[in-house]
């Protein structure tokens, strides 16, 4: 897999500059406003919520929410949102603007990457341990090691607690999930979470695994900021949990879940 070097945010700005460039939505053209943020505790991301709600007024917000972070625009400050964050039950009810998210269901995806991985012999034999984090994507953790442990596989746990802004505390934690993978003689980990620096302790920790399987959000310019060099993910495989590209969704501009959200944008 070539992970390159493409940030999202250059993305994002790209696609806002084609939408102008072919007349903006509805004669209207698009001023994007960029934030980045912390993905580790809830105080960096809660301030870049108010930074766009406040004090810019944003119409929609679109990039990257994590656990309940969305309810900050959506319930709290009603305002729209098209994120790669995963949909649950509750933040949909809660949700007090028009929202939507490119990220399949939890269980979906993570009984697609059972089966991808299963039909293509990648778990054959393997000893296997599940990383993530509590401040990213608990529920990603909780389903992928249900999952494997339903299938047999009995995975080794790598979960690291809620340490907030504690970035030399979660380093710590991460050393000893490391070594716990060592003597368990994990030779296939699979990383629920999607933040470079997961990785990075990991590495830092002197962990080495025979195979990596990643969310596809791993990928980017963040794993060189964190210095982590390629070769360390040489052969990795990368898992995308989003819309496109799946035989069995439709694509965006026919879900009528992106449909009605564009709808009710318009309105």
């Known amino acids: 897999m070539n992970f390159g ?12 500059e084609e939408v102008n460039d072919r007349g903006g939505v509805h004669g209207r053209l698009l001023e994007p406003i960029s934030c980045v943020f912390l993905p580790v ?18 119409f929609v917000v679109i990039g990257t929410t994590l656990n309940d972070q969305i309810l900050c625009f959506t319930e709290q400050h009603k305002t729209a949102a098209d994120v790669a964050s995963g949909m649950t039950p509750s933040t949909i009810e809660r949700a007090d603007a028009p929202y939507a998210a490119i990220i399949d269901s939890v269980d979906r995806r993570t009984n697609s990457f059972l089966t991808i991985m299963t ?4 778990l054959d034999d393997a000893t296997v ?12 953790y909780h389903t992928m090691f249900a999952a494997l442990t339903d299938a047999k596989f009995d995975p080794v746990a790598g979960l690291i607690g809620g340490n907030a802004e504690d970035l030399e505390a979660s380093a710590r934690e991460q050393e000893v999930i490391a070594e716990l993978m060592r003597e368990a003689g994990v030779n296939v980990s699979v990383s629920t979470s999607g933040v470079p620096l997961v990785m990075a302790n990991m590495r830092s920790a002197g962990y080495e695994t025979d195979q990596w ?3 596809a959000l791993m990928t980017g310019r963040g794993l060189t900021e964190d210095g982590i060099p390629f070769d360390y993910l040489d052969g990795a495989l990368g898992v995308s949990n989003t819309l496109l590209g799946s ?21």
Not at 5 to 16: K, Q, S
Not at 253 to 262: C, E, H, I, K, Y
């Open 129 to 140: 341990g599940v990383l993530g984090a509590v401040d990213v994507s608990p529920e990603s």
């Open 213 to 215: 399987l990643l969310s």
């Open 119 to 122: 039909d293509h012999g990648v």
């Open 41 to 58: 505790g809830p105080t960096d991301g809660d301030r870049v919520c108010l930074e766009l709600t406040e004090d810019n007024e944003v």
């Open 247 to 267: 035989s069995e969704q439709p694509t965006l501009g026919d879900d009528p879940l992106v449909a009605r959200s564009v709808d009710d944008l318009v309105e």
């Open 5 to 16: 070097r493409v940030n999202a945010e250059d993305l994002y700005l790209t696609a806002i």
